[in-house]
């Protein structure tokens, strides 16, 4: 029930394409909901959020779709760029659990191809 | 505005010789301080989290430990080391006094070898 299943765990799209990452959970108490960027030999990067209270959330070039009643949140990314290839990770945490822990999804590896 | 280190950026150790990592966070106060594991290519195993000084849970049994001796101050370490140690190990903040009450933010890590 603590799981957050990641699809697809890899991803080619062409430049210009809307690569769309997927995530599922069980858990209902989860209610914080954020995406990771990483890149080779760095720390992972927090690129969006969002809580259940929203349906949609954009900032830039990233938007993060959530459906409450199917446990499922995506990320899409617009007008893709080679500079967007990298490893993506989804997470969820239940904001008043003991230490805000975050469940992460196994992770996509993105490339955009020029 | 909040920073968060790591050092050593990069390690090679023996089999069976002691660890220690450390993270310290500047400009916040009293934050939630976690300890993550990466194996090549694979996703993010949490080690251990911190909510305050002293205060430390564990997540898998293993060959590590960690420690808060000061507030802004998480340490991870090891006796003897095992090859299975390998991997990226990250620190991460969340909260505290800072303006970021939800997020959680990460260091830059530590590349571990063990040989």
């Known amino acids: 029930q603590q799981q957050v299943k990641q699809s697809p765990q890899s991803l080619i799209v062409q430049k210009g394409g809307i690569p769309i990452i997927n995530c599922a959970y069980e858990?209902?108490?989860?209610?914080?909901f954020p995406w990771y960027q990483q890149f080779p030999g760095k720390g992972p990067a927090l690129l969006i959020a969002i809580r259940p209270d929203v349906s949609e959330k954009k900032e830039g070039r990233f938007t993060i779709s959530f459906n409450k009643s199917a446990k499922q949140f995506s990320l899409h990314i617009m007008d893709s760029q080679p500079g967007d290839s990298a490893t993506y990770f989804c997470a969820a945490s239940s904001l008043g659990g003991y230490g805000n822990k975050l469940v992460f999804g196994a992770g996509t590896i993105l490339r955009v191809k020029s | 505005s909040q920073t968060i280190h790591q050092w050593p950026a990069t390690l090679v150790q023996p089999v069976g010789s002691p660890l220690s990592l450390e993270c310290t966070v500047e400009g916040t106060s009293n934050p939630n301080l976690y300890w993550y594991r990466q194996a090549a290519g694979r996703g993010l195993q949490l080690l251990f989290y911190?909510?305050?000084?002293?205060?430390i849970s564990s997540e898998v049994p293993q060959n590590l430990s960690a420690s808060r001796p000061q507030d802004r101050q998480f340490i991870l370490s090891s006796k003897k080391l095992l090859l299975s140690d390998s991997g990226f190990y990250l620190c991460?903040?969340?909260?505290?006094?800072?303006?970021?009450?939800?997020?959680?933010?990460f260091g830059p890590g530590t590349r571990l070898t063990v040989l």
């Open positions: 858990n209902t108490a989860f209610d914080y």
């Open positions: 991460a903040w969340r909260g505290g006094t800072s303006a970021y009450y939800n997020e959680q933010f």
């Open positions: 911190s909510v305050g000084i002293g205060q």
